[in-house]
């Protein structure tokens, strides 16, 4: 079983709708939980980290459910620029690694 | 702030030759580096880890001698694909840490560089 899971898609969303993508991880020595965004052919970049309250950065919202150990990813009026590949990344406590899922492939259709 | 810098974006080498890719921290010093190999339609996989003056931690599977990492300063560390063949043909990323700033764990990544082997 991979240490972090995601559906790979593609997801093919309208513009304008809301779409959610969920990650499920095996270690529950997991401490701290990311999402990044990949647009193709270049490097991953940070979209927002994952706390278990929840958070809201704008048209994004992300969850955390450790008893059941998945990361949600929210997007809400998605737009043109939102088509890219989103990575659900993992570190476990005590260590600077970072684990990256395969990434969920979305593509906004105008 | 926090950005990285990776140089040659691009290589094409022929099979046999060596290629070393410089990743460098331009405006933090670096605690911890990390390289990354991505094929295509795949996930970054993590090769080593390195830490400014100490030896990589190579991951499973990862072959230190193949890929020689030197980390020589707390802003530069270089990978080199020795003897490369086509199936080191890659995206390969960098990515930096520094104690302090951004996230706990928080990785700033380097643009990468995509290696061709012929």
């Known amino acids: 079983r991979k240490e972090v899971e995601q559906d790979p898609g593609p997801f093919n969303v309208p513009e304008g709708a809301t779409v959610a993508f969920n990650c499920t991880y095996s270690?529950?020595?997991?401490?701290?939980f990311f999402w990044y965004r990949q647009d193709c052919r270049k490097e991953p970049k940070l979209l927002m980290s994952v706390y278990s309250s929840g958070n809201e950065d704008g048209r994004f919202t992300a969850q955390l459910n450790r008893a059941s150990q998945y990361i949600s990813l929210l997007i809400r009026d998605s737009k043109l620029s939102d088509s890219a590949t989103y990575l659900c990344v993992v570190n476990y406590f005590g260590n600077e690694k970072l684990t990256f899922g395969t990434g969920t492939r979305l593509t906004i259709i105008p | 702030g926090a950005v990285v810098s990776q140089h040659p974006s691009r290589v094409i080498c022929k099979s046999g030759t060596s290629v070393k890719i410089e990743c460098r921290s331009l405006?933090?010093?670096?605690?911890?580096m990390f390289w990354y190999r991505q094929f295509p339609k795949q996930s970054l996989m993590l090769m080593a880890t390195?830490?400014?003056?100490?030896?990589?931690?190579?991951e499973q599977g990862v072959e230190k001698d193949k890929f020689l990492i030197n980390h020589a300063s707390l802003t530069l560390s270089t990978l080199t694909v020795t003897s490369a063949h086509p199936e080191d043909s890659s995206f390969y990323i960098c990515s930096a840490t520094t104690r302090g700033r951004g996230a706990p764990y928080e990785q700033y990544f380097g643009p990468g560089t995509r290696l061709t082997v012929t």
């Open positions: 270690n529950s020595a997991s401490q701290s």
């Open positions: 405006d933090f010093q670096a605690t911890t």
């Open positions: 390195s830490n400014e003056g100490s030896k990589a931690t190579y």
